[in-house]
T-cell receptor
Framework: SQQGEEDPQALSIQEGENATMNCSYK?????LQWYRQNSGRGLVHLIL?????REKHSGRLRVTLDTSKKSSSLLITASRAADTASYFC?????????????FGPGTRLSVLP | DTEVTQTPKHLVMGMTNKKSLKCEQH?????MYWYKQKAKKPPELMFV???????INESVPSRFSPECPNSSLLNLHLHALQPEDSALYLC??????????????FGPGTRLTVL
């Protein structure tokens, strides 16, 4: 299976602390994307990192990609209560049929005030 | 406009009903997707349309029937569903460039309950 794995499955931190989530996958990818989902809502795209990139920043977010280890990490700095959500990585690749996306199991982040 | 809209927000149906979920985007995207998401699980890809043609069907039962009438609209027709089909159904769209993959934009989802 191409599906990514994420750890931890759940993470609870205090406001102001940093949160790190990890994602691993199994085969070659075109890019890896991170999404946030508030309870029972749609997914919000956070950041996309291409297979030839190693690190990317967006505001308080920092994503790294290590294609040799087939892993990625998402760091949220100076967390806020509003960051409480589930975070998913999604690996994007092409096969004979076209674009394909596979989501990891997700990390449920709770930021306590 | 970076919005994907889905209707209805909530749907309750019996196992003998026929209903449809609708999705719309006006970003000029040529790839559209249906996902199914159970509680506390990641989204699972069901169907992919590229240039209004079905390109991926992830072995979805025939009681789910997708339709892409034009580049902005995507429907999911439901018939004879089972209670285990209750889930959040998410629609997404992305630009389609041959040989590459792109950011997906998701709608808010339809919460489906099958009685």
């Amino acid at each position: 299976s191409q599906q990514g794995e994420e750890d931890p499955q759940a993470l609870s931190i205090q406001e102001g602390e940093n949160a790190t989530m990890n994602c691993s996958y199994k085969t070659s990818i075109n890019n890896l994307q991170w999404y946030r989902q508030n309870s029972g809502r749609g997914l919000v795209h956070l950041i996309l990192i291409r297979s030839n990139e190693r690190e990317k920043h967006s505001g308080r977010l920092r994503v790294t990609l290590d294609t040799s280890k087939k892993s990625s990490s998402l760091l949220i700095t100076a967390s806020r209560a509003a960051d409480t959500a589930s975070y998913f990585c999604a690996t994007a690749y092409l096969d004979n049929y076209g674009q394909n996306f596979v989501f990891g199991p997700g990390t449920r982040l709770s930021v306590l005030p | 406009d970076t919005e994907v809209t889905q209707t209805p927000k909530h749907l309750v149906m019996g196992m003998t009903n026929k209903k449809s979920l609708k999705c719309e985007q006006h970003m000029g995207h040529r790839a559209m997707y249906w996902y199914k998401q159970k509680a506390k699980k990641p989204p699972e890809l069901m169907f992919v349309y590229s240039y209004e043609k079905l390109s991926i069907n992830e072995s979805v039962p025939s009681r789910f029937s997708p339709e892409c009438p034009n580049s902005s609209l995507l429907n999911l027709h439901l018939h004879a569903l089972q209670p285990e089909d209750s889930a959040l159904y998410l629609c997404a769209s992305s630009q389609f460039q041959r040989g590459s993959t792109d950011t997906q934009y998701f709608g808010p989802g339809t919460r489906l309950t099958v009685l």
